[in-house]
């Protein structure tokens, strides 16, 4: 069972933004950094963001990510039928001594 | 470029045991954590275990404790999960990652292709 809060389904016209927020408690995301990942189907996860809001080479900065107390958000600007995936947040949790995922979000480019 | 190309999946009976392997590359291997992470079919991404660059520490999701262990050999820049005691729960796509961990920090930058395991009878 995910111990981060995601929405489970986002959606937006191509060029609009899509803002997925990530609800956590202090032993997690109040406390440590928070990353995100992007899956397509049939492939593994690649990081899109790290340390909250910092960008991996390659990754357009359409791409967004911040934190206030123990909530975070990935933006995505400028949608792209290419988006279209699944997204998680992701942190550790100090109480459990172990990484935790999000429920994870999937973005539909209607 | 950094590689990780995990093996050993296959079709377990539950209460059985398998090997999983990941063969890195391309980098230091000796001198990062890695973790394994899992996938089950339709579902999202759990992480399963992680160990240290010398092999001292290793932490575990509470589903996998006292089943699974987590190993590596940095001669052979290799990483492995010991997965005992399957259960049909444990079926999944298994992630091998380059994990980045510091005080506060952790994520993971580099991913392996997967390898499916399957428990059952």
């Known amino acids: 069972q995910s111990v981060l809060t995601q929405p489970p389904s986002m959606s937006a016209a191509p060029g609009q933004r899509v803002t997925i927020s990530c609800s956590g408690t202090s032993s997690n995301i109040g406390n440590n950094y928070v990353s995100w990942y992007q899956q397509y189907p049939g492939t593994a996860p690649k990081l899109l963001i790290y340390?909250?809001?910092k960008r991996p080479s390659g990754i357009p900065d359409r791409f967004s990510g911040s934190k206030s107390g123990t909530s975070a958000t990935l933006g995505i600007t400028g949608l792209q039928t290419g988006d279209e995936a699944d997204y998680y947040c992701?942190?550790?949790?100090?109480?459990?001594?172990?990484?935790?995922f999000g429920t994870g979000t999937k973005v539909t480019v209607l | 470029e950094v590689q990780l190309v995990e093996s050993g999946g296959g079709l377990v009976q539950p209460g059985g045991s398998l090997r999983l392997s990941c063969a890195a590359s391309g980098f230091t291997f000796s001198t990062f954590w890695m973790s394994w992470v899992r996938q089950a079919p339709g579902k999202g991404l759990e992480w399963v275990a992680n160990v240290k660059p010398d092999g001292s520490e290793q932490y575990y999701v509470g589903s996998v404790k006292g089943r699974f262990t987590i190993s590596r050999d940095n001669a052979k820049n290799s990483l492995y999960l010991q997965m005992d005691t399957l259960r049909a729960e444990d079926t999944a796509i298994y992630y091998c990652?380059?994990?980045?961990?510091?005080?506060?920090?952790?994520?993971?930058?580099?991913w392996g292709q997967g390898t499916l395991v399957t428990v059952s009878s």
């Open positions: 990652a380059r994990d980045i961990l510091q005080m506060r920090i952790d994520h993971f930058d580099h």
């Open positions: 992701g942190t550790w949790d100090s109480s459990l001594s172990g990484f935790v």
């Open positions: 340390e909250n809001n």
